[in-house]
């Protein structure tokens, strides 16, 4: 609902004496705010702005305001989608992230998971539309009705998920560990690294010599472990 002057003076007088002073004092600075943007003829939206991490002011607004918002001030760019429902990609990704093994859909529980919901292939399952005034990110986002039975039904495998998510992450760890133990190897058997006054930065700088074509971070990570190795070794 937009809020106006007129809204606003009838609910100060349908409260009547119920209203206590500071209620009354309240609505009437909300009132005399009303009636200067009823003079200038500007659009109210009556919502209360929430902050995001990137800290800009956000309104969560329903449809009908967004779309009088739309019409009052004619934005050049409306962001608006659809997200179609896909019960493969959307149970692999809420249980085990963005990234996760596609193998993980043979578990049998995940598959019973898949299997119940994926009647709802190609439902809508969340609409999302933006707006962007003065500063201010207007967002609408609805989910379809079944969408919270979904979100439940997946948080009642949440401890199967964590204990796969743990074994998945110590899967990825170790294979990690495997693929950098030859540049580990290398590195430490360099007269450098164990050189006088060498320290992590110097270790570094060596790396990057010895493997050009290595990332900087996982050189970084290369040194930590050749670093580990070293103290468990030598005491220091």
């Not at 809020?3 to 002073?21: F, I, Q, V």
């Amino acid at each position: 609902m937009q809020l106006n002057y007129g809204t606003l003076l009838a609910r100060l007088s349908n409260k009547g004496d119920d209203m206590t002073g500071d209620e009354r004092d309240i609505d009437g600075m909300v009132a005399t705010v009303c009636a200067a943007a009823a003079e200038a003829g500007s659009h109210v939206v009556e919502v209360v702005l929430t902050f995001n991490d990137a800290k800009i002011p956000v309104a969560s607004i329903d449809a009908n305001n967004l779309a009088a918002l739309i019409r009052a001030i004619r934005p050049r760019l409306v962001y608006c989608a659809s997200i179609p429902f896909n019960a493969g990609d959307q149970v692999l990704t809420d249980l085990f992230g963005d990234d996760a093994d596609e193998a993980l859909l043979d578990r049998p529980r995940v598959k019973r998971l898949v299997a119940k919901w994926r009647s709802r292939d190609g439902h809508t399952a969340q609409a999302s539309a933006v707006v962007v005034a003065d500063g201010v990110m207007h967002g609408l986002l609805v989910e379809a009705p079944w969408y919270g039975e979904y979100e439940a039904d997946v948080g009642a495998h949440s401890e199967e998920t964590d204990q796969l998510r743990n074994e998945r992450e110590r899967r990825i760890e170790a294979e990690a560990k495997k693929r950098l133990d030859p540049l580990v190897k290398r590195l430490m058997a360099d007269t450098r690294f164990a050189g006088p006054k060498v320290g992590h930065s110097k270790r570094l700088a060596l790396a990057c010599e010895l493997f050009p074509d290595e990332d900087r971070q996982v050189l970084s990570e290369v040194v930590d472990m050749a670093e580990n190795r070293h103290w468990l070794t030598a005491g220091r």
